[in-house]
């Protein structure tokens, strides 16, 4: 079964840091790594996500990192804010399989 | 955007009745949709894949009769948690897949058995 490790498990980063968040994968088919947010009670929202013709990708505040010879990619908040404590799920599949979610990490921004 | 709606957002039973969560994606047409549990403070699990038109997949370890999906049209799906239990108690949460496999999320439902 196709998986990502995610790391770490929980993160509390002071309003205004950076967070960072780390997967990794095993399997080089893979070819779409969506990043989502999840707040308690909530679906998880779609964040971000990118495919492996690139090393980079910045959208606002969120910036995901891959590299794809280490097999690995991360989840760069920049100027974190309280608004953003959450879960964050990284994703890693090809195209038509289902999704795998790994086990999410719990990210407290104190104000 | 893409927008997944569920309905209803929360619901409480009494064990041995059945309940039926709605699935709606209001601004696109969904052949797949996908249907998860969540337990708290835990990851999604995948139930099944609901396909437009067919029998759901399952994945190993999910009841197919306990579990009943339907995907009636293009835009719902639904799940219907049969003869319920208080282990069946959960989040459950719905998302539709675009064409270019970018999948989204409902809000979720809460369902409590008691």
């Known amino acids: 079964q196709q998986q990502v490790k995610q790391s770490p498990q929980s993160l509390i980063v002071q309003k205004g840091g950076i967070s960072i968040i780390n997967c990794a994968y095993e399997?080089?088919?893979?070819?779409?790594f969506p990043w989502y947010q999840q707040f308690p009670g909530k679906g998880p929202a779609l964040l971000i996500a990118i495919r492996p013709d690139v090393s980079e990708k910045k959208e606002g505040r969120f910036t995901i990192s891959f590299n794809k010879s280490a097999k690995q990619f991360s989840l760069h908040i920049m100027d974190s804010q309280p608004g953003d404590s959450a879960t964050y799920f990284c994703v890693a599949l090809t195209h038509g399989q289902n999704f795998v979610f790994g086990p999410g990490t719990r990210l407290s921004v104190l104000p | 955007g893409a927008v997944v709606s569920q309905h209803p957002s929360w619901v409480i039973c009494k064990s041995g009745t059945s309940v039926k969560i709605e699935c709606r994606s209001l601004?696109?047409?969904?052949?797949?949709m996908f249907w998860y549990r969540q337990f708290p403070k835990q990851s999604l699990m995948l139930m099944a894949t609901?396909?437009?038109?067919?029998?759901?997949?399952?994945e190993q370890g999910v009841e197919k009769d306990k579990f009943l999906i339907n995907h009636a049209s293009l835009t719902l799906s639904t799940l219907t948690v049969t003869s319920a239990h208080p282990e069946d108690s959960s989040f459950y949460i719905c998302?539709?897949?675009?064409?270019?496999?970018?999948?989204?999320f409902g809000p979720g439902t809460r369902l409590t058995v008691t």
């Open positions: 399997n080089t088919a893979f070819d779409y």
């Open positions: 998302s539709a897949e675009l064409l270019t496999g970018e999948q989204y």
């Open positions: 609901s396909n437009e038109g067919s029998k759901a997949t399952y």
């Open positions: 601004d696109f047409q969904a052949t797949t």
